[in-house]
């Protein structure tokens, strides 16, 4: 069975508000240094979401999912 430190609504979060971050870039709400920085943070945010693993969270020795 694969590694995953991510509880289910952990990840839901995560890939909602990444596509929320990659939209408002894409669309032009957020633009400039602010829109790259926070598209960088959408796509990291919707890949930790779909992969279900947390480096930050595998540094930090901390779990959303206790199973």
């Not at 939209?23 to 926070?38: C, D, E, F, Q």
């Not at 979401?49 to 947390?54: A, F, L, Y």
């Not at 969270?57 to 959303?64: A, E, Q």
Request: positive net charge.
């Amino acid at each position: 069975m694969k590694y995953v430190n991510e509880a289910g609504w952990d990840r839901v979060v995560r890939i909602i508000l990444g596509i929320a971050l990659i939209v408002l870039n894409l669309t032009g709400v957020i633009s400039g240094v602010l829109g790259t920085v926070l598209l960088v943070v959408g796509i990291i945010a919707l890949l930790t979401g779909i992969i279900g693993v947390c480096p930050a969270y595998m540094l930090l020795k901390f779990r959303t999912n206790k199973a």
